[in-house]
T-cell receptor
Framework: GQSLEQPSEVTAVEGAIVQINCTYQ??????LSWYQQHDGGAPTFLSY????GLEETGRFSSFLSRSDSYGYLLLQELQMKDSASYFC????????????????FGKGTKLSVKP | DTEVTQTPKHLVMGMTNKKSLKCEQH?????MYWYKQKAKKPPELMFV???????INESVPSRFSPECPNSSLLNLHLHALQPEDSALYLC?????????????????FGPGTRLTVT
């Protein structure tokens, strides 16, 4: 089978740092993605790690260790607008052209940022 | 234009109705997707189109019928749905590119169609 595990809920205060972990077990792996989804909205892309290491984009960083089947999303300087659900997703395959890849999503982590 | 559009935003249909959901993107992406998302659950992949050909069908019931008329459009035809099919239906397209020394793979999601089957 395949599974992605991430915490169901996380609470933090404005200005703090939060790390959301994701462990995965899938048949086929080409990369780990993170998406943010506000209530009533569509998922929006945050990051993609195809190789081991840390990727940084502004206040958000994502890490991948393929040998440990583990990754995390780090959110710094939390703001109220960061309150949302965060999904890790494994890219299971890619087409010859590279643009296709089916994503298998984790169950999501609901982040609540308090004043 | 980095947008995926979907129509309609909301749809209420009876179990005997036939309706269609529409999705459009003009980013030149050659892979497009349909997902189903129930409340407080992750998106579940339904179909993948690559270069206008169906490449993945995740064992979706035949009452859902996808169609890709051209590289910019994706439809989902609905017929004889059940109340448990009520959900948010998301369309997405994807691209992969080298950004500096890193590889970036991103799926762009539309706002979704919120479907209620009565």
């Amino acid at each position: 089978g395949q599974s992605l595990e991430q915490p169901s809920e996380v609470t933090a205060v404005e200005g703090a740092i939060v790390q959301i972990n994701c462990t995965y077990q899938t048949s086929g792996f080409y990369g780990l993605s993170w998406y943010q989804q506000h209530d009533g909205g569509a998922p929006t892309f945050l990051s993609y790690n195809a190789l081991d290491g840390l990727e940084e984009t502004g206040r958000f960083s994502s890490f991948l260790s393929r040998s440990d089947s583990y990754g995390y999303l780090l959110l710094q300087e939390l703001q109220m607008k960061d309150s949302a659900s965060y999904f890790c997703a494994v890219r299971k395959q890619k087409s010859y052209g590279g643009s296709q890849g089916n994503l298998i999503f984790g169950k999501g982590t609901k982040l609540s940022v308090k004043p | 234009d980095t947008e995926v559009t979907q129509t309609p935003k909301h749809l209420v249909m009876g179990m005997t109705n036939k309706k269609s959901l529409k999705c459009e993107q003009h980013m030149g992406h050659r892979a497009m997707y349909w997902y189903k998302q129930k409340a407080k659950k992750p998106p579940e992949l339904m179909f993948v189109y690559s270069y206008e050909k169906l490449s993945i069908n995740e064992s979706v019931p035949s009452r859902f019928s996808p169609e890709c008329p051209n590289s910019s459009l994706l439809n989902l035809h609905l017929h004889a749905l059940q109340p448990e099919d009520s959900a948010l239906y998301l369309c997405a397209s994807s691209q992969e590119e080298e950004v500096g020394t890193h590889r970036r793979y991103e799926q762009y999601f539309g706002p979704g169609t919120r479907l209620t089957v009565t």
